[in-house]
C-alpha cells in the first residue's frame, strides 16, 4: 500500500462519503489506482450522484479494435458504487453485489472523452442500488447499465 492510498483509507474512517469523495477530485486524496491504468478521472460528486470521465486509447482495445467492454463496465460499476457511497457516513462502505451492463453503441479507439454518470435509484437500510451511464461528448448514449451494492457497516 502507498502512502497516498493508505491516507484515503485512513480518511474513510473519519470522512463522509461525499466529502471523501470531493477531496479525491480536489486532489486531497488519491483514487482508485484502476483508474490510471484505465483512464477514467472522477470529476463531479453530488448527493446520490457522480460523474467520471474518461479517455479512449489503444490501450483498451479488444482483438475486433474496438474499445473493450471490460472498460465501459467498469466505469459504470465505478460510478454507480461512487453514487453509493456518496451516500454513506464516515466508516460505512459498500461492496457490489452485481453489475449489469447494456451495450447500445460500439466505442471507437479515437472517439476521446466519454461521460459516465452514476446515480442511487434507491437507497436501501441493507442494499443501495444504482444506475450508470456512458456518453459520448456529443451526449450519444454508448452504454447503460445498473449495479446492486450492499452496504457494509464498521467492524469492531
Request: aromatic letters at 4%; one cysteine or more.
Amino acid at each position: 500500500m502507498t502512502a497516498a492510498s493508505s491516507a484515503t483509507a485512513a480518511a474513510f474512517a473519519t470522512m463522509t462519503g461525499r466529502d471523501l469523495l470531493q477531496a479525491v477530485i480536489d486532489g486531497q486524496l488519491k483514487g482508485a489506482s484502476i483508474a490510471d491504468s484505465l483512464t477514467f478521472e472522477l470529476v463531479e460528486v453530488g448527493d446520490g450522484f457522480v460523474a467520471f470521465e474518461g479517455q479512449t486509447g489503444p490501450h483498451l482495445l479488444n482483438p475486433a479494435g474496438m474499445v473493450h467492454g471490460g472498460w465501459c463496465l467498469t466505469l459504470i460499476d465505478s460510478a454507480a458504487g461512487c453514487a453509493a457511497h456518496s451516500t454513506l457516513p464516515a466508516g460505512v462502505g459498500y461492496s457490489t453485489l452485481e453489475t449489469k451492463v447494456n451495450f447500445v453503441r460500439p466505442i471507437a479507439v479515437d472517439m476521446g472523452r466519454v461521460r459516465c454518470e452514476g446515480r442511487v435509484i434507491n437507497p436501501g437500510r441493507q442494499i443501495i442500488t444504482a444506475e450508470g451511464t456512458v456518453k459520448d461528448a456529443a451526449g450519444r448514449l454508448l452504454a447503460h447499465g445498473t449495479s446492486t451494492l450492499m452496504i457494509l457497516q464498521p467492524r469492531g
